[in-house]
């Protein structure tokens, strides 16, 4: 089983239209949505949900209000701010403390230090993954709560259990729709990767996005290989991406010209190959022939 992931430096270069036009002509593939915090693939492939599971980040303190004498010292100990007076009354006190989950970053020093043995320290629940089917194949994607962190754990996870169905179904291809930037959710999103395709776009940020990334890359040693989208609206920086892209060793195999059609096919919930027989579906089974082709 080969693994492809699709990134690009950030978000909005059409990564993920491309990696649905790749779900709509791979023949055996299993698909991954690895970016957990922006996942919109689930818009085109339109998932029938089967299993669903809570993800855990880690850990967060939890106060007991029946038990907390309302002494203050959990708050006087927390460094991260987290810990308000803003508890509900118990039969001791009038006023008792709380911990806002979202500041809260785990560290345990108020479980240990609290005299009244009133606080635990549970497994937080910061989403939910889940398992699905979609016309073009299995599918494992998540959804990530608001302001919640740990999406590189979110990413490892979601990789591990597409490989696992991968391999349970003998399915020859794992599609991973990866995580933007270069920051741990995309490093939980390449490493390891069979090929990395880098969606990027003729602006001055893709430009020096794809610097970052194509050196990510290289510090994971991760064969990569770039496509320019909408590379026609500013052919000049489509151009001296190009030649950044040769002097570190890295081909630049499609330059996709920029068509409406990809944004009218999303309206309706297609991928482009499916909406359309036209020049850029074209283009995009010919940049698929050529990822096939690296893959080996
Ligand atoms: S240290 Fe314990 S008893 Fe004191 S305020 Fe905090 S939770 Fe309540
Ligand atoms: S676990 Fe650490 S960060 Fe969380 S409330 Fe307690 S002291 Fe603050």
Redesign the pocket.
Known sequence: MKELVVISGKGGTGKTSIVAAFAALAKNAVLADCDVDAADLHLVLDPKIKQTTDFSGGKKAF?IAE?????????DMCRFDA?HFEGPANDMVDK??TVDPVSCEGCKV?VE????E??EFNDSINGQWYISDTRFGPMVHARLGIAEENSGKLVTVIRKEAKKIAQEQKRDLLIVDGSPGIGCPVIASITGADLVLVVTEPTLFGRHDLGRVAQLAANFGIEMLVCINKADINPQIADQITEDARQRGVKVIAKILYDEVFTRAQIIKASVVEYTGGAITEQIKTLWKQVMYALG
């Open positions: 106060i038990k907390c004498t309302g002494c203050g010292k959990c708050r810990i008792t403390f108020c230090f609290c005299p009244a009133a606080m």
